[in-house]
């Protein structure tokens, strides 16, 4: 998609300099060794040079949309054998096996461990964050570094710990230099994760930054617009579990001024808790 969108803003530049009276534009050929003649530039019309970009993009088009087709068709067929396997888990534990056992996510390949989960199975609440980063693929638990200290800290002024929350990632493998995962990666895991939700089945789910709100709520906004903001991650169809987008604590960690929005989140929280 990116090499089309690049012959169009191409294009579009070109049709401003007609606008603006270019009628012509010398093609940037290469010169000849000091010690020959230089070659003389190619003069060209430029609506010549705007039908070519044309053409370019035209021809290139078709070469991308197969691309496209391809990984898309890559990543239903991922969430397809993901989902066959992680729907014939009836337990905490099958499923933690079967993921470990899951060799679809190319993220495994460059892991050193499964990040599953940690926490308390039997709690109501269950935190559901982005992917495992360097203490996290070291350690194989969630949330255990610098951001995972602070997550902690946070949880216990609303009176929660890892006793009383279970925990887990969109992602259960570390992608290198915590680079934003593909979606290939995530369609790969994502089964497993409605599947984890459905066994646990909590009531209330706190979604840890922006791609945990965005891939479990199906929706494109940030983080900066959804958190704070009460949603419903729909189980099935006679149950829906109210979501929370919160500030991923990495993110407060490098902003501390939204650390307020951050509280007032956490208090939302609590509160909710007492109704559900």
């Known amino acids: 998609m990116s090499e089309n969108l690049t012959y169009q803003a191409a294009l579009e530049g070109l049709r401003w300099q007609l606008d603006s009276g270019a009628d012509e534009v010398v093609s940037s050929q290469a010169w000849a060794p000091l010690t020959a003649e230089p070659t003389k530039p190619r003069h060209q019309p430029f609506e010549a040079a705007v039908a070519q970009a044309q053409a370019e993009a035209q021809a290139e088009a078709p070469r991308v949309n197969k691309a496209q087709s391809a990984v898309m068709a890559s990543e239903d067929q991922l969430a397809r054998d993901a989902t ?33 989960s940690d926490g308390n199975p039997e709690a109501k609440v269950m935190l559901i964050g982005e992917a495992p980063g360097a203490d996290e693929d070291r350690q194989g638990k969630p ?10 800290r946070m949880m216990a002024t609303i009176g929660l710990d890892r006793t009383s929350f279970y925990i887990t990632n969109i992602l259960f493998w570390r992608p290198p230099g915590n680079r934003t995962p593909t979606s290939t990666e995530v369609a790969s895991c994502l089964p497993f994760m409605k599947r984890h939700i459905e066994l646990i089945n909590p009531s209330a789910i706190m979604l840890v930054g ?8 199906n929706r494109t ?30 993110y407060l960690l490098r902003q501390p001024v939204a ?7 956490l208090l939302s929280f609590q509160k909710k808790l007492e109704e559900v």
């Open 143 to 152: 949330f255990v570094g610098v951001s995972g200290q602070l997550l902690d």
């Open 210 to 217: 922006g791609l945990s709100a965005k891939t479990m709520l």
């Open 259 to 265: 650390k307020r929005q951050a509280w007032m989140d």
């Open 221 to 250: 906004e940030g983080i900066l617009r959804q958190r704070g903001k009460w949603a419903n991650y729909q189980l099935n169809s006679e149950r829906a579990i109210p979501a929370l987008p919160i500030l991923h604590p990495a």
């Open 84 to 116: 066959q396997i992680a729907n014939t888990c009836n337990t905490i534990e099958e499923l933690k096996a079967a993921v470990e056992a899951f060799e679809g996510c190319p993220l495994k390949a460059t892991a050193m461990n499964t990040v599953f």
